[in-house]
């Protein structure tokens, strides 16, 4: 079945350093999303990426989906103590299919 | 405030009883989604409705696991027979078609 690989598994990173994590499918998707888990809570979507090769921003974050539309990446420049979370991609086949997610801590 | 309210949110019931989840997912939103996640793993999907539609429903639930949307509108899980490999957070998300999924608290469900 549909797989999604999500690494790394966890990244710690001294505030105002750069996080990315990036998301492999198995299979080739119509689109993949992107959340953020707070710790304690549930899941909030942050973005959509449909056509191939799209990149979005969102303030200090950059979303980019493959040409292949099998892989996505979440860049964040800067990062601060309120980037702290998991942050799921997930791949839509139909039903979404979650990574496992990274967790990102930043120690101040 | 996402809008999906689910109830109760927390759960502990003792292997073997039957437990049920309510799910009231945002009024205009077609599709109801259902998930289950442990500590330290992403959601896993366990079934979807189109409207009153269950469209899908994952390989891996057993089938001590049932759900209903009625109407349309709220949907709820059951789960027969608890195990404690049934402990878990149990979420619920709503969404118009495919868009973006919003995501209601979460039932944490203890089976002891």
């Known amino acids: 079945g549909q797989q999604v690989m999500q690494i790394p598994q966890y990244q710690h990173v001294q505030e105002g350093e750069d996080f990315t994590t990036y998301c492999n499918s198995s299979t080739t998707l119509s689109n993949i999303q992107w959340y953020k888990q707070r710790p304690g809570g549930h899941p909030v979507f942050l973005i959509q990426l449909v056509k191939s090769g799209e990149v979005k921003k969102q303030k200090r974050l950059t979303f980019q989906f493959g040409e292949a539309k099998k892989n996505s990446s979440l860049h964040i420049i800067a990062t601060q103590t309120t980037d702290v979370g998991t942050y799921f991609c997930a791949g839509q086949g139909g039903k979404l299919i979650f990574g496992q997610g990274t967790e990102l801590s930043v120690k101040p | 405030d996402t809008g999906v309210s689910q109830d109760p949110r927390h759960k502990i019931t003792k292997r073997g009883q039957n437990v049920t989840f309510r799910c009231d997912p945002i009024?205009?939103?077609?599709?109801l989604y259902w998930y289950r996640q442990t500590l330290g793993q992403g959601p896993e999907f366990l079934t979807y409705?189109?409207?009153?539609?269950?469209?899908?429903k994952s390989r891996l639930l057993s089938d001590r696991f049932s759900a209903e949307r009625p109407k349309g509108s709220f949907s709820t899980l059951e789960i027969q027979r608890t195990e404690q490999g049934d402990s878990a957070m149990y979420l619920c998300?709503?969404?118009?078609?495919?868009?973006?999924?919003?995501f209601g608290p979460g039932t944490r469900l203890t089976v002891t």
């Open positions: 409705f189109q409207n009153e539609a269950q469209l899908e």
């Open positions: 998300a709503s969404s118009l078609s495919l868009r973006e999924q919003y």
């Open positions: 009024s205009e939103h077609n599709r």
